[in-house]
């Protein structure tokens, strides 16, 4: 049934490009994180990864695009991890392996930047995640995920969910700042509230996507290709209303608030660019001791 279910979601969201007239791919945007490339440990939200491709008539802007113009159709994986992946301590959160799909579509209403999207989000054994884990630390020569914290993870359930997100960019001169509030429901539900500043170039005639881990934002489509290095800083404040990756009843309770700060580098060569960032993400449940350091990656080539 569980796979059945995937494969129906698959074929949906591929159904919906392939039938889209009049519309081409105008970008991909791929972002990796991991908390190795953070603060050097392997706990709690231990790991991402996700790829978007974008498809559209064109890209001239948010103001130049109508409802359903875009769409973006989004792919994601993650590993959510106890502090111990070998004996977790008692408190402490459980292992959960996270795999969703869905489709965005980004629009300009009024002077305002609009994302709405919709997603089916998949946790347990089936997704496959925990078995992926193991095999790879095993062949890095890595300490793996024992049989004991993988029988322990969240089970397999299906999680259909809604997105939207709504911000505006000002232009103040060589910086560009842009406040934004976030509501998500789902395999987690939130309401969020925060801002992004850029020094330099990065982002200003791009379609920025935003992670969902760390919220460092990555391109999704790209304008100008100014050469260069631009800084981006940022931060926001989240209240939790559920969480299917805490379950009440259990041992780790939820924080209802959380916070994330943010800083990260882009470099823009002829070819190829480059982003490194690191986020901030404060504790997600009571028991958790501290918050973490989590990195990101993303790595753009042109042939």
């Known amino acids: 049934m569980f796979k059945r279910l995937l494969l129906a979601a698959v074929l949906a969201v591929s159904a919906t490009g392939v039938a889209a007239e009049g519309r081409v791919t105008l970008g991909w945007?791929?972002?990796?994180?991991?908390?190795?490339?953070?603060?050097?440990?392997?706990?709690?939200?231990?790991?991402?990864?996700?790829?978007s491709r974008v498809r559209g008539p064109s890209w001239h802007g948010y103001e130049a695009l109508a409802f359903g113009d875009l769409l973006e159709f989004r792919g994601h994986a993650a590993v959510i991890a106890p502090d111990n992946l070998t004996a977790p301590a008692v408190g402490d959160r459980r292992y959960a392996g996270l795999l969703s799909l869905g489709m965005n579509t980004h629009f300009g209403w009024k002077a305002a930047e609009v994302g709405l999207g919709a997603e089916l989000a998949m946790t347990g054994p089936r997704t496959g995640i925990g078995s992926f884990q193991r095999?790879?630390?095993?062949?890095?020569?890595?300490?793996?995920?024992?049989?004991?914290?993988l029988g322990n993870q969240i089970g397999n359930h299906l999680y259909p969910g809604l997105n939207a997100e709504i911000g505006r960019s000002y232009d103040l001169g060589g910086l560009r700042a842009r406040p934004f509030a976030e509501a998500r429901v789902g395999v987690e539900s939130l309401v969020r509230v925060g801002a992004d500043f850029t020094f330099g170039a990065?982002?200003?005639?791009?379609?920025?996507?935003?992670?969902?881990?760390?919220?460092?934002?990555?391109?999704?489509?790209?304008?100008r290709r100014d050469e260069g290095l631009s800084l981006t800083v940022g931060g926001d404040l989240a209240h939790v209303f559920d969480t299917a990756l805490l379950p009440s009843g259990g041992a780790a309770v939820a924080e209802d608030a959380r916070y994330r700060l943010r800083a990260g580098v882009q470099w823009q060569g002829k070819r190829a660019a480059a982003f490194y960032g690191v986020s901030y993400l404060s504790r997600e449940f009571t028991g958790q001791p501290e918050g973490q350091l989590v990195g990101a990656l993303s790595l753009n080539l042109r042939f």
């Open 29 to 51: 945007g791929r972002i990796f994180t991991n908390d190795q490339i953070g603060d050097s440990k392997d706990r709690w939200r231990s790991g991402s990864y996700t790829v």
């Open 135 to 149: 095999w790879f630390h095993e062949l890095a020569g890595m300490v793996p995920p024992s049989a004991g914290t």
């Open 202 to 223: 990065l982002g200003r005639d791009d379609l920025m996507l935003r992670d969902v881990t760390t919220g460092l934002r990555y391109r999704g489509v790209a304008g």
